[in-house]
């Protein structure tokens, strides 16, 4: 069997730990936490326009509630069909 040299591994250079630098766990957490503000944040404020949504059109909470219920139903029906579509006219290869 043939030794390994020592010196033949390649130290990291500027370049290289300059990258890993970021990938600290704070940063991560905090990006995590970013992207969970930015998509939670559109589906919370639902229920900032509920009561006046309802009020200004004579709704009760079950009309509302239920039109919430379709929309997330009708919304999870389409996903195939939506996920299938930019794969379909992908270039193969």
């Known amino acids: 069997m043939q030794k390994e040299n020592p010196q033949s591994v390649r130290p990291l250079s500027a370049d290289d730990r300059g ?5 600290t766990p ?13 998509g939670f944040g559109p589906r919370s404020a639902l229920g900032l326009f509920l009561t006046p949504m309802s009020a200004a059109h004579g709704w009760e909470r079950d ?6 219920a379709m929309q997330t139903l009708l919304y999870g029906a389409a996903q195939p069909f939506s996920a299938r579509s930019p794969t ?3 270039p193969c290869g």
Do not use: D, E
Not at 19 to 23: D, E, G, M
């Open 26 to 38: 704070t940063v991560v957490v905090v990006c995590g936490c970013l992207i969970a503000m930015i």
């Open 63 to 68: 009309i509302f509630a239920l039109s919430v």
């Open 88 to 90: 379909a006219s992908a």
């Open 19 to 23: 990258l890993a630098s970021w990938r």
